[in-house]
Antibody, heavy 123, light 109 residues
Framework: QVQLQESGPGLVKPSQTLSLTCTVSGGSISSGSYYWSWIRQPAGKGLEWIGRIYTSGSTNYNPSLKSRVTISVDTSKNQFSLKLSSVTAADTAVYYC???????????????WGQGTMVTVSS | QSALTQPASVSGSPGQSITISCTGTSSDVGSYNLVSWYQQHPGKAPKLMIYEVSKRPSGVSNRFSGSKSGNTASLTISGLQAEDEADYYCCSYAGSSRVFGGGTKLTVL
């Protein structure tokens, strides 16, 4: 049973870089045909897709965040990571990592989610 | 890319059926049969309920069904139960990107 777990600082200062890691357990991040995505949710608001990575290292980002986002993968550690630079209070949110299906299914859907981690941007 | 449009809230009584709409554009919902729906209870991570417009993952009740017409997708929940009360989000494939709806709060009266 594949599980995802986010980790990282819960408090980040404005203008600094937010860094989070998602650890995949119960299976290899490289097995199957999946992308691995980051999604966030400000308190009381909706979900926003941030970006995704394939184990080959290929990435896609939300156009509205692209200039500030970097997603990377470390297959040896079964992890993928998010870096969001120049953060402001608007980046305060619960950040989720999720498995993103391809043609082998479920295509275009996030079938496994981490529990989420709250990140607050404040001085 | 703009968020997909969902009603802010819907409600229904136990046993009834409700439908939540999700309207996008010809660049997302209208172009791909890759709409998914998620259920989120307070303080919990979202759960996949429907993918590829109308497919249900293993373990999801057949009371949940999905459909699409043009740029609008819909989620129907039949035989409403108290535990269905939650927030529901649609999401569409948009090429190499993804776009979510703003979410709909379902209240079971």
């Amino acid at each position: 049973q594949v599980q995802l777990q986010e980790s990282g600082p819960g408090l980040v200062k404005p203008s600094q870089t937010l860094s989070l890691t998602c650890t995949v357990s119960g299976g290899s991040i490289s097995s199957g045909s999946y992308y691995w995505s980051w999604i966030r949710q400000p308190a009381g608001k909706g979900l926003e897709w941030i970006g995704r990575i394939y184990t080959s290292g290929s990435t896609n980002y939300n156009p509205s965040l692209k200039s500030r986002v970097t997603i990377s993968v470390d297959t040896s550690k079964n992890q993928f990571s998010l870096k969001l630079s120049s953060v402001t209070a608007a980046d305060t949110a619960v950040y989720y990592c999720a498995r993103d299906g391809t043609r082998t299914g479920p295509f275009g859907a996030f079938d496994i989610w981490g529990q989420g981690t709250m990140v607050t941007v404040s001085s | 890319q703009s968020a997909l449009t969902q009603p802010a809230s819907v409600s229904g009584s136990p046993g009834q059926s409700i439908t939540i709409s999700c309207t996008g554009t010809s660049s997302d919902v209208g172009s791909y049969n890759l709409v998914s729906w998620y259920q989120q209870h307070p303080g919990k991570a979202p759960k996949l309920m429907i993918y590829e417009v109308s497919k249900r993952p293993s373990g999801v009740s057949n009371r949940f069904s999905g459909s699409k017409s043009g740029n609008t997708a819909s989620l129907t929940i039949s035989g409403l139960q108290a535990e269905d009360e939650a927030d529901y989000y649609c999401c569409s494939y948009a090429g190499s990107s993804r776009v979510f709806g703003g979410g709909t709060k379902l209240t079971v009266l």
